[in-house]
């Protein structure tokens, strides 16, 4: 199982940003997906998530600033980033909460490589 993300770079303080994170491989279910971010000398910090039903949960920080959404066809989650700030910079994750089998009795996390994002003001 991999997961591979996508879009991070650098953006101007107040502009958009899309990630996008593909999960690959023999999967039987994707329970949630989700962003993280961790900025230089802070610990990770969860950016938003959603569950397979399509309902989204936000940090605060980011509430009414950006969207994520998946397309469960393609096993792909999004982030749109707008209005960006300084603070948003940081190596963006994201998470897939999955099973790999039907007899698999419990979901595992699956991590993808980090994306940089970086804001100028």
């Known amino acids: 199982v991999q997961l591979q993300a996508s879009g991070g770079g650098l953006v101007q303080a107040g502009g958009s940003l899309r990630l996008s994170c593909a999960v690959s491989?023999?999967?039987?279910?994707?329970?949630?997906m989700g962003w993280y971010r961790q900025a230089p000398g802070k610990q990770r910090e969860l950016v938003a998530d959603i569950i397979s039903d399509g309902r989204p949960n936000y940090a605060d920080s980011v509430k009414g600033r950006f969207t994520i959404s998946r397309d469960n066809a393609k096993n792909t989650v999004y982030l749109q980033m707008n209005n960006v700030k300084p603070d948003d910079a940081g190596v963006y994750y994201c998470?897939?909460?999955?099973?790999?089998?039907?007899?698999?009795?419990?979901?595992?996390?699956?991590w993808g490589k980090g994306t940089l994002v970086t804001v100028s003001s």
């Open positions: 998470a897939a909460d999955l099973t790999l089998a039907e007899s698999d009795y419990e979901a595992s996390d699956y």
């Open positions: 491989g023999s999967i039987f279910r994707i329970e949630s």
